[in-house]
């Protein structure tokens, strides 16, 4: 079965870098998988941050980006700031129409 | 920007049935996506524009059928043979570049005796 990964839980500093990754328990994540990350706060629908590996969605600011790193797609925030407390989400497309989310990292700013 | 707008949550009995809409501003390809209480984002199904394709999660095929009226434009999941790990609140979003673009605010689904 495959499963998406992802870090249950991160920290980091006002002001501070971070990187998310979104792995698959067997293989590597390549663009061909269309990565894509959403951002969600408690009670709050999902907001599309980033689709196609590292195209940031309609006013979404330009300190979060994506990537690929090494056999992962990647969301980078630099400068993070309080409002950025939040769940994050990756999804894989997987072909023949199906996705998949990952389990989501749970992002503390403090 | 594309408006979503979820409806048909309520209260169902184990084994029930359920229809839910999402009322959209234009016709686009869509998806249900799902969040259980507490649990993450679940992708349930899909339907392309004219929608001769559908697909499903594993979780929910043979259970729930996605469909669309462009006419009104409007999807629709029709959700039988509920479970109670189905109870989550069930948004629609649209899909686009492989990914979901715009998101409705949700419609609660609870599954209980």
Not at chain 1, 86 to 109: E, P, Q
Not at chain 2, 40 to 68: C, H, M, P
Request: aromatic share 12%; glycine share 12%; hydrophobic share 35%.
């Amino acid at each position: 079965q495959t499963v998406v990964t992802q870090e249950p839980s991160f920290s980091v500093s006002p002001g501070g870098t971070i990187t998310l990754t979104c792995g698959l328990n067997s293989g590597s994540v390549s663009t061909n998988y269309y990565p894509s990350w959403y951002q969600q706060t408690p009670g709050q629908a999902p907001r599309t941050l980033i689709y196609s590996t590292n195209t940031r969605s309609s006013g979404v600011p330009d300190r979060f980006s994506g990537s690929i790193l090494g056999n992962k797609a990647a969301l980078t925030i630099t400068g993070a700031q309080a409002e950025d407390e939040s769940d994050y989400y990756c999804v894989l497309y997987m072909g023949n129409y199906i996705w998949l989310f990952g389990g989501g990292t749970k992002l503390t700013v403090l | 920007q594309v408006q979503l707008v979820e409806s048909g949550g309520g209260v169902v009995q184990p084994g029930g049935s359920l229809r839910l809409s999402c009322a959209a501003s234009a016709i686009h390809p869509m998806d249900w996506v799902r969040q259980a209480p507490g649990k993450g984002l679940e992708w349930v199904a899909f339907i392309q524009s004219d929608g001769n394709i559908k697909s499903y999660a594993a979780s929910v095929r043979g259970r729930f059928t996605i469909s669309r009226d462009n006419s009104k434009n409007t999807l629709y999941l029709q959700m039988d043979s509920l479970r109670t790990e189905d109870a989550a609140v069930y948004y629609c979003a649209v899909g686009e570049s492989y990914a979901f673009k715009y998101w409705g605010q949700g419609t609660l689904v609870t599954v209980s005796s």
